[in-house]
C-alpha cells in the first residue's frame, strides 16, 4: 500500500494550489489530445469524441481486462447507459453524491406545451422548463444494474458468482482535465459471495490491476482511497471507508506527474450492498460484495501520456499486449 | 420499394386495433426473450440488461456490418451516449421530435439543497425538483455528433467523406415492444458530399442492407417511410418526406408478422444538414448528405425472432455469417 505518488485530485490532502497546478497541467494534455486528433471536440467540457486511435486504446485495454479474467468463470450481463431511477434511489447515491448524479428529463405535453418550446427556441430562451423527470438515471457506475439483476435470481453460492459487466457511466464533474469525463465506459468484474471469498477477490484484482500496469509499461502505485461524499457528513463516509481500507486504487500519472489518476479500483461493500439489495448465501444471511473497475478512457490517456501521441510508435511489448496490429 | 409487408406501426395508415394486436404480439415475445433469459428485465419499459446470447448477437451484427463496409474508406468516430444540448437544438430534434428528447439534468446546489433531497427521500417524496438542465442531452441518432465533428475540418470533396460511427442512442418511448427500446445502439455510416455521389451512396447500401437480411435468412422488405414529426405541422413533413422518396427502411417482422420493424434506415437529407452544420463541397456549396443506420438490438432481435431462442441451434450459415464460434 506504499504509494510513491500524491494523494490524487480530489482527495482531503490535495491543496488547492496543487489541485490549480494539475488541472494546467492536465489542460495542456487535453489541447494536445485534441490537436492531434486523438480527442474530438465536442464544445464542453468532460465530453469528447474518439478517433479511431483512440478507440483501439481503449479497445486494447478492454481486451486485456478480458485476458486478466479468462477461467473466472464470470457471467457477462450488458446494461445500456441509464438505468431505473428508483434504483439509483435504493443504490443512496442521491444521498451520497448528489452533485454527480444525472437524471433523464422528457416532455410529456401536448400541442401547445409543442408550441411553447417552438416560441422559446425562436427566442433564444429555455425551452426546457416543461422537461419532466423521467423513471431514467444515467448509471454512475456500470455495476450497478447489476446486484438488482442477481438478487432476483435466489441466493448465491458462498464462494461466490462473479459477473462480467461493461458500461458507459456518467457523473457530472465538469473538468479540463481528460482524465475525468463526464460520460466514460468502465469494465468491471463484480463478485457476490461470502466474506473471505471477497476479500480473496480484492487481493486478486489488486495483482492483476498491478499486472496489467506492468505489462503496458505504465508507471502506477496502489493507495486506499475514498468515493468522493458529498458534504459535511460525507467527509465523516470517506474518512472511515478510508480507515477500513474499503477502497484501493490503482495510480498512474495521467494529467500531470504530481496527481495521479484511479485507472483502476478495487472496493469491498461488506454486507451493505447484500442488505440493500437482498443478496443472500444459502443460509439466508446477507452476501458481501466487492467489485473491480477497469476506467478504459483513463489507461487510454495514461497510453498517451507514457507512450506518445503516435500510437504507432508505442513501444512493441505495449502494442502487443493491447493486440494492436 | 414494393413491400408484401403492412406498413410499420407509428406509421400513419397503422390503425388503432393493429397497434394493439401488434403490441399484445411484440408483449409476448418480450416476456419469451427474458423468461429464456436472453434479455434482462430491469422493471421498466424500453429499458433492458443483455445475456451473453444477446451481446453475441449485437456483436455479430456489428460485424456484417463492418464486413460490409470494408473497402469504403470510412474514417472511424465515436461518441459517447450524450452530447451538446445546443447541438440537439441546432439539428431541431427538440422543434421535430420534442417528445422523444431526454435531456441530463444536474444539482448545483448546496448543503441546504442537499438537506432538502435527504429529507425528500426518507419522506419518499420527489426529490428531483432541484434538478436543473445541464448543457448535454441524449444522442438520438448515433450519426448526430458527425456533422458538427467534419464541418469543423473545413470542406469535403465532392466524390464525398465517408463517417463510421457506432453509439447509443434515446428515445422517450416506453413501449411492451422489445424492438422499441428507449436506449439501443446504431451502427451508422455518414456521407457528406456531392449530390449524385450521395444518393449512389443510398442505393449501394439498400443493396447491402438487403444483403445482409438474406445472408442472416431473414424475410425481408424495403419500403419508402417517414420520420415520426410530432404534431400536425409534422404530419406535413412526415408526407412530404415521403413523398420525396428520402427515407427508405429495411423491415423484418420482429414483434408481429403483421407489423415489420425498420431494422436498418437508409436516409438522403439533401442539403438540409450541409447547410444547418456549414458543411460544404470545395466550391462552397452546402454539401449532400446521406446516412444509412443498423439497428443492431433490432437485428438480435430478429434473429431470435426467427430462429429461436437457442443460439446454439441457429442455422449454421446464419452464426457463420455472424462469426459466432
Known amino acids: 500500500m506504499n504509494a510513491p505518488f500524491p494523494a490524487p485530485i480530489g482527495q482531503p490532502s490535495g491543496s488547492t494550489s496543487a489541485r490549480e497546478q494539475h488541472l494546467a497541467s492536465a489542460s495542456r494534455f487535453r489541447d494536445r489530445l485534441i490537436g492531434a486528433g486523438v480527442l474530438l471536440d465536442m464544445g464542453v467540457e468532460g465530453a469528447y469524441g474518439r ?27 450488458r446494461f445500456p447507459p441509464g ?35 417552438l416560441s422559446c427556441l425562436d427566442a ?14 444515467m448509471t454512475p457506475a456500470a455495476c ?35 482524465a475525468r469525463m463526464r460520460m466514460f ?53 470517506a474518512a472511515s471507508q478510508r480507515e477500513r481500507a474499503l477502497k484501493q486504487e490503482l495510480l498512474i500519472p495521467v494529467g500531470s506527474d504530481a496527481s495521479p489518476t484511479a485507472c483502476a479500483s478495487v472496493n ?8 440493500t439489495w437482498g443478496l443472500r448465501l444459502p443460509d439466508g444471511a446477507p ?10 478512457e483513463r489507461w487510454a490517456l495514461a497510453l498517451f501520456r507514457h507512450h506518445g501521441l503516435d500510437q504507432r510508435a508505442w513501444p512493441v511489448g505495449v502494442r502487443a499486449t493491447l493486440g494492436l496490429a
Open 124 to 137: 433564444g430562451e429555455d425551452w426546457t422548463d416543461q422537461q419532466q423527470t423521467s423513471d431514467l438515471a
Open 83 to 117: 438505468f431505473p431511477r428508483t434504483s439509483l434511489e435504493k443504490a443512496g447515491y442521491p444521498k451520497n453524491f448528489p452533485n454527480l448524479v444525472g437524471t433523464i428529463h422528457c416532455f410529456c405535453g401536448d400541442a401547445a406545451g409543442h408550441r411553447r418550446i
Open 287 to 296: 452476501a458481501h460484495t466487492a467489485c473491480v473497475g477497469f476506467g478504459l
Open 268 to 275: 469491498y461493500h461488506v454486507d451493505g450492498f447484500g442488505k
Open 185 to 237: 465506459r468502465m469494465h468491471e468484474q463484480v463478485f457476490i459471495g461470502g466474506e473471505e471469498a471477497a476479500q480473496d477477490f480484492r487481493a486478486q484484482w489488486l495483482d492483476r490491476a498491478r499486472d496489467a500496469a506492468g505489462r503496458l509499461q505504465l508507471p502506477h502505485a496502489v493507495d486506499d482511497a475514498n468515493d468522493p461524499f458529498f458534504g459535511r457528513t460525507g467527509q465523516l463516509m
Open 51 to 77: 478517433s479511431e486511435a483512440f478507440d483501439a486504446a481503449t479497445e486494447g485495454v478492454d481486451r486485456l481486462f478480458v485476458a486478466l479474467s479468462a477461467g473466472d468463470g464470470a457471467e457477462a450481463m
Open 144 to 178: 450497478y444494474p447489476v446486484y438488482g439483476a442477481v438478487a432476483a435470481r435466489g441466493p448465491v453460492p458462498v464462494d461466490g458468482k462473479r459477473v462480467d459487466v461493461i458500461g458507459w457511466c456518467f457523473r457530472q464533474e465538469p473538468s479540463p482535465d481528460p
